[in-house]
């Protein structure tokens, strides 16, 4: 799990990288944290609909959505509950046709338990989670990481994907272009495993 203070990967981060490093003492203490308390089945449920929608018209259809079910826990509605309604109903709340496979295909996942409980999932590798979770309709790699660095707290994930961590190692390392997924996870073996925190700093350097 991602420690609050950070001390000890931002020490071997420091040492491993004088690159890094620079950019590690401009934006200076790390302030990465587990962004969100919700279980893997309800983050999900949340990231689906946000998927490429602007915040407040994802915000409003997500409450729209979670406003079709009165009794519900935790403020989602159950796996249970979304299976047995009908696709009209969660139409209803403005999700699109694809969306709403997607959020099924998730409810019916969950109960068959290929989706775990956070207490499960601290016993799945970051490639078994992301094996899994990526089954799920509308679900990628990128989505899983995230969940997996603000979700879940796990230490070592680098999304070579990431428009952001793309960018910011460009800025920090002086590269004509952005860095493809080789040129990425091959400089991210110096970070390891700390590759999270080191990830969250790439997202900094835009910011300077």
Not at 40 to 65: M, N, P
Not at 126 to 150: C, K, N, S, Y
Request: charged fraction near 25%.
């Amino acid at each position: 799990m991602v420690k609050p203070d950070h001390a000890e990967a931002l020490e071997r981060l420091l040492a491993a990288d004088p690159k890094l490093a620079l950019l590690i003492e401009r934006v200076g203490p790390c302030r990465l944290e587990i962004r969100s308390k919700l279980n893997l089945y309800e983050s999900l449920f949340r990231s689906i609909i946000y998927q490429q929608l602007a915040g407040k018209a994802a915000a409003s259809i997500l409450t729209k959505v979670q406003g079709l079910f009165p009794n519900k826990p935790n403020g989602f509605p159950s796996p249970a509950q979304i299976l047995d309604a009908s696709e009209e109903l969660l139409r209803s709340g403005g999700l699109s046709r694809n969306k709403m496979l997607a959020i099924k295909d998730l409810a019916r996942k969950t109960v068959d338990g290929i989706v775990p409980t956070r207490a499960e999932a601290r016993w799945l590798t970051d490639g078994e989670l992301i094996e899994r979770l990526t089954a799920i309709r509308g679900v990628g790699v990128w989505t899983v990481e995230m969940l997996l660095i603000f979700g879940l707290g796990r230490p070592d994930i680098l999304p070579v994907t990431d428009y952001g961590v793309r960018k910011g190692f460009q800025l920090t390392f002086k590269t004509r272009e952005l860095p493809n997924a080789k040129q990425l996870l091959r400089r991210g073996e110096k970070w390891r495993p700390h590759r999270s925190i080191a990830s969250w700093y790439l997202w900094r350097a835009l910011e300077l």
